[in-house]
């Protein structure tokens, strides 16, 4: 959520560059000045915190029935014009003392929230990418700290990734099918349980 200072600082999104899915693949743009998302629909747009509220609730069902799912909202009930006034309220009062208590976010990566109208966006993870997690052999067992493996317990794909050190960007789905199909085919060869 952000407000009318915020839209005017430059684009949220910078369409030049190949780095999304959606900026490689369609032949979507954003705008400079982000006011062609808010036309599409995109950035929601309202003159008052409780108009606000009422859109993004219409947008989040909206998306539910076209997705035929809850995901990835499920519970309305906390999203209220009072306790969205109370959330920017708090934020804002970060903003005057330069300090985040929640986040930890410098003064110079903050403003606030104050003048209509005010803007808002669904965001919810579509793709995401986890590198690190448990180290694994080349067996795709999970091993301990002392490099041994953990009887029965497997790891494949991105958690435990041979690439954890780095985004890789585009070998996950190899590295997803090669160690399923190693950790699959240990996991069926132990005789022990």
Same mark, same amino acid.
Request: charged residues 15%; glycine residues 8%.
């Given at each position: 959520? /952000?407000?009318?200072?915020?839209?005017n600082k430059? %684009?949220?999104?910078?369409?030049? &560059?190949? /780095?999304?899915?959606?900026t490689?693949h369609?032949?979507?743009?954003?705008?400079?000045?982000?006011?062609?998302?808010?036309?599409?629909?995109? *950035?929601?747009?309202?003159?008052?915190?409780?108009?606000?509220?009422? +859109?993004?609730?219409?947008?989040?069902?909206?998306?539910?029935?076209?997705?035929?799912?809850t /995901?990835?909202?499920?519970?309305?009930s906390?999203?209220t014009?009072?306790?969205?006034?109370?959330?920017?309220? +708090?934020y804002?009062?970060?903003?005057?003392?330069?300090t985040?208590?929640?986040?930890?976010?410098?003064?110079?990566g903050?403003? #606030?929230v104050a003048? %209509?109208p005010?803007?808002?966006?669904?965001?919810?993870p579509i793709?995401?990418n986890?590198?690190?997690? #448990? $180290? &694994?052999?080349? $067996?795709a067992?999970v091993?301990?700290?002392?490099?041994?493996?953990i #009887?029965?317990?497997?790891?494949?794909?991105?958690?435990?990734?041979?690439f954890g050190?780095?985004?890789n960007?585009?070998?996950? *789905? %190899?590295?997803?099918?090669?160690?399923?199909? *190693?950790?699959?085919?240990? %996991?069926?060869?132990?005789t022990?349980?």
């Amino acid at each position: 959520m /952000f407000d009318a200072d915020s839209i005017n600082k430059g %684009a949220f999104m910078n369409s030049s &560059r190949a /780095f999304t899915w959606f900026t490689t693949h369609s032949s979507q743009t954003w705008s400079s000045d982000n006011h062609e998302a808010v036309d599409n629909g995109w *950035i929601l747009r309202a003159n008052s915190i409780s108009e606000l509220v009422d +859109k993004m609730l219409a947008a989040q069902s909206a998306t539910q029935a076209r997705l035929h799912s809850t /995901f990835p909202f499920t519970d309305h009930s906390t999203l209220t014009a009072a306790s969205v006034q109370a959330t920017i309220d +708090k934020y804002n009062g970060y903003c005057t003392n330069g300090t985040d208590r929640d986040f930890g976010r410098p003064a110079s990566g903050m403003a #606030p929230v104050a003048r %209509a109208p005010f803007y808002a966006m669904q965001n919810y993870p579509i793709t995401y990418n986890t590198q690190g997690g #448990p $180290k &694994r052999n080349a $067996k795709a067992q999970v091993v301990g700290l002392d490099n041994q493996p953990i #009887p029965h317990l497997y790891s494949a794909g991105e958690m435990g990734s041979y690439f954890g050190w780095m985004y890789n960007g585009g070998s996950n *789905i %190899a590295e997803c099918l090669c160690t399923g199909q *190693i950790a699959a085919r240990n %996991a069926l060869a132990e005789t022990s349980v």
